[in-house]
């Protein structure tokens, strides 16, 4: 039995134990696979009084996915959404009880059907309504029935939340495709894509007909981007001007949430901030500046705005280390940090279309193309789940742009938009404590003693 309180017209199928939504809101069908579905199943099999907590972004497929999961693995399944029915807050308004809240749901769904270990309750839009949150515990106790929940802005909302449920809910980020996915969107099965995982386990150059398909595919996916309504758009119409319209129709809601949700005082500031990361990007500097954002400002003035931007998810915050050694976050510097945008394909927009143009044909100079490439790489690579920081000298003698940690060895990874030297590279993968280093360009494979050489679109192999 499936209980919607809103309604999405959309259509499911399972195929070969891979996801294919498909999605006719836009008077088309298209189809994208997801790999979050994997561990919503994972939670299923393995919980154990917890509930689900899904973080992430505005637009980047949170409650279809969950919604195509609870139709698909529950006899019944019970969808609440806040902003759509904001009357369902009564259910959560007196006591917290999880006899008393199913008690209350049935007064607000009567038709509502629960059965035992094979009940899904969603919980969409959480931030909007607190007390849900602090249920949670009550619920996960109970244990008669799972519950996730999901929203966009739980980073900016925990302190309308009386209670926070610690060591009943399971904290998850979902993010926009990544580009494994947009692969497997726009037609790249896992076969193809195992294929080419060949190449990067033995270091083997890959043929140059591959490896310019390849490059071209990344080029698209730096400009279109991993949202899956930019995503499907693409694949409907193949239409760099409908992509750039969509992507400023979220750009567009990512502002009405500064407008609604940050405080008047920081409204113009959030916005101002966000704005700066492409000229951030553009100038490539060494840490995040706030001159950029307004002449003579300060941190004092904008903290408090740049925390709101990571805490909506919108931006990513990567932080310099004093020392490249495990673990990193000891030795993180909290004041200094760069700021990228959390899906590519926005920041390409965010420059204009003609970038789009410039990225695709590859004619893209200086240090624009080397900031969009570096947000490239944050993009693959915080979407595999890997914590990345930088390392500057203070004397900027060595600079190296991502290092991510493995078997609590510290890995560096040097960004080039060409194949330039990599001088800092060098110096670091020279520590014995350092196995190896990457260094991510537009050309091929090679490798030289600790230094291996990959093409950019290998990094989501890393």
């Known amino acids: 039995m499936f209980v ?28 994208l696979k997801r790999k979050f579905y994997d561990k919503l199943l994972e939670w299923k099999n393995d919980h154990k009084q917890t509930c689900l907590l899904v973080k992430g972004a505005r637009q980047i497929g949170k409650t279809f996915i969950i919604d195509l999961f609870g139709r698909e693995n529950y006899e019944s399944y019970i969808y609440i959404n806040f902003i759509e029915m904001p009357q369902t807050k009564d259910i959560f308004s007196g006591e917290l009880t999880a006899d008393e809240i199913y008690k209350r749901l049935t007064l607000v769904m009567p038709e509502v059907k629960y059965i035992e270990h094979n009940t899904l309750m969603f919980l969409d839009e959480i931030q909007e309504c607190p007390k849900a ?35 009943y809910e399971e904290q998850v980020e979902m993010y926009s495709l990544d580009f494994e996915e947009f692969l497997w969107a726009v037609g790249y099965d896992n076969e193809k894509i195992n294929s080419l995982r060949e190449y990067f386990d033995k270091k ?38 409908e992509v750039q319209n ?11 949430d500064i407008s609604k949700y940050a405080s008047n005082t920081e409204k113009p500031k959030v916005k101002n901030a966000y704005l700066s990361i492409p000229k951030q990007l553009a100038k490539e500097n060494k840490k995040f500046q706030f001159s950029v954002v307004e002449k003579k400002a300060t941190a004092r003035k904008y903290e408090n705005s740049i925390e709101w931007l990571r805490d909506a998810s919108l931006a990513r915050m990567v932080y310099n280390v004093s020392a490249p050694d495990f673990p990193l976050t000891a030795y993180a510097k909290d004041n200094q940090y760069k700021l990228y945008i959390s899906d590519i394909g926005l920041l390409t927009a965010l420059y204009g279309f003609d970038m789009k143009k410039a990225v695709i044909d590859n004619t893209v ?51 080039k938009a060409g194949n330039g030297s990599t001088i800092s590279l060098n110096t670091l993968i020279e520590k014995p404590d350092i196995p190896y280093g990457y260094k991510l360009i537009s050309g091929n494979i090679g490798v030289n003693g600790k230094k291996i050489v990959l093409p950019l679109y290998m990094a989501m192999f890393i």
């Open 204 to 241: 083997e150059k890959v043929p140059d007909v591959i490896h310019e398909k390849m490059m071209s595919l990344l080029r698209e996916y730096v400009v279109i981007g991993g949202m899956p309504a930019v995503v499907n758009r693409y694949i409907e119409m193949h239409h760099f001007g």
């Open 4 to 31: 919607n309180v809103g309604s999405n017209n959309l259509h499911f199928l399972i195929d070969t134990g891979l996801i294919l939504c498909y999605n006719d809101l836009d008077g088309g069908d298209t189809m």
């Open 365 to 415: 100079k200086g240090n624009v193309k080397g900031g969009i490439y570096e947000n490239l790489v944050l993009d693959i690579l915080s979407k595999s789940g890997h914590k990345l920081h930088y390392y500057r000298t203070d004397n900027g003698s060595v600079e190296v742009e991502f290092l991510i940690t493995k078997d609590a060895q510290i890995i560096p990874i040097e960004v």
């Open 133 to 167: 949150r602090t249920a949670l515990k009550f619920l996960a106790i109970d244990g008669r029935f799972d519950v996730i929940a999901s929203g966009s802005l739980l980073g900016i909302s925990y302190k309308e939340v009386t209670s926070i449920p610690v060591g």
């Open 246 to 256: 969509m992507q400023q129709m979220i750009l567009d809601s990512y502002f009405d």
